[in-house]
Structures are given as structure tokens and as C-alpha cells.
């Protein structure tokens, strides 16, 4: 049996030679901590976790991106940014995967309906997806453009997981679920922005989808008026998941 390769990504793997493909897909060793959440104590493993960074983009948060261009103050955007700096590494070290959820669209819009795009332009003259930002010319929301890039102040590394979504679902149209199922990932934490829109949107359908959901309450943030933050707090702890916050997670992990 010494002579087997793997094939796949662990724990979802096999290990294969000429006669042999072992199907028994051992598991990983678990890492269990136990979380203090605003409504019970959660009993976790690090092993089948993972962080889902959600739209922390320059068209959301910095000053000269499109939500910026279109009126919107994206002061409140920016407050995840520090918990973020802090949190992701102290993720890594544990080997928690770290996955980038960003707006990206393709150049050719051939995907995007013609709904989702009244969205970002009622009027259909405006600066909506796909259009140049007047500022800098960086195409709103298209992937590889630096409107779509995640802010310069967040770290990103080669090993960190980086999918572009559509919609403010990001399971929707994309591989997102596949990726998390090869994975073994079942419990999510949820950061980023909008809370009330792009992070609850994927929140919701990964609740629907069986995941175990937990959202950083530092780590997120939204644009819309107050009671949006607190109908999503109450909504996430009422029928989808939880709420935490990283010092807590953080602790959580320092105390094994």
C-alpha cells in the first residue's frame, strides 16, 4: 500500500495506484474549540472551518471607488478593514483557509441580467457594472480591473482561495460549494460588506445549503441605514446561524 498516490484534495481524496483506489477518505485529525456566541456556546473544529472575506473591494470601500462615485459613504465600509488586518493571520496560523469572495465580473456582462443591471443603473446612463469609474477608468466590478481588487490595507497570500461571484449570493453560479464540499469545510465564519445584502445573501443560501454559519460581527460592516445592521444581527441569530466577533474566535482558538 506504500506505493499509492493521492489524488484529490483532503479530506475529499483518494489514494490510487495501478490496482488500488482507496475510497475510505480518511479524515483530517480534528481541532475542537469551543466559541462563546450572542446566544449559545459552540463546540467547533478549526479543522472543517473556513472564513468567507466577502466584497472588502475598492468599488465598496475606498474613497475613489464606485459606491464612493455614486453618493454613498463608504466610511462605515472601511471598519471591517482593522479587525480584518488582525484576525486573518492569527486564521492562517491555524490553518483555517481564507477565501476571498469578490465581485468580478466578465467583461461581456453575458451572465449579468438585465435586472441585476438595474439594479446598479435604473436609469441606464449612469456608471454601472461593467462602465469606467470617471476617476480612474477602472471598470466597475470586472474582474482583474482595480475596482474589483480587494483594498491595498488587506493582506492576501498564495495560499489564500480567491473566487469571483455574480450576484450577492456567492454560491450562485460559481464554485463556491464545490470547493467547500472537496474541502471538508462545513462551519463558516462570514466577514466583509454589505452585512444586509452580499454577506446575508451568502449566509442565507449557505444555511440552505447545510453549512453551519457564524458572522464576525468586527469584521463586517454595511453602508445601509441602521436598522438593516440590526435586522440582519437578528435574523442571522434567529434563523440561519450565529454571532461572534474575532476577539472571541481568537480566544476560542488560544484556549484549544
Known sequence: MNNLRTLGVAPNAWAVNAEIADITRPPLEPKPVTLTTETKTLRLDLTKTAILVIDMQNDFCHPDGWLAHI?????????????????????????????WLNWGNRPDLLNISAGLRHVYNSTGDAVGLGDPLPTNNAKVLMAGSWAAAVVDELEQKPEDI????????????????????????????????????????????????????ILVKDCTATTSPEYCWLATLYNVKQCFGFVSDSQAILKAISHG
Do not use: H
Open 71 to 99: 453618493g454613498v459613504d463608504v466610511t462605515p465600509a472601511r471598519t471591517p478593514i482593522n479587525p480584518l488586518k488582525s484576525f486573518l493571520p492569527e486564521l492562517r496560523k491555524v490553518n483555517v483557509p481564507i477565501i
Open 162 to 213: 480567491f473566487i469571483d461571484k455574480y450576484r450577492m449570493s456567492g454560491f450562485w453560479d460559481t464554485p463556491l460549494d464545490s470547493i467547500l464540499r472537496n474541502l471538508g469545510k462545513t462551519t463558516l465564519l462570514f466577514a466583509g460588506v454589505n452585512a444586509d445584502q452580499c454577506v446575508m445573501a451568502t449566509l442565507q443560501d449557505a444555511n440552505f445549503l447545510g453549512y453551519d454559519c
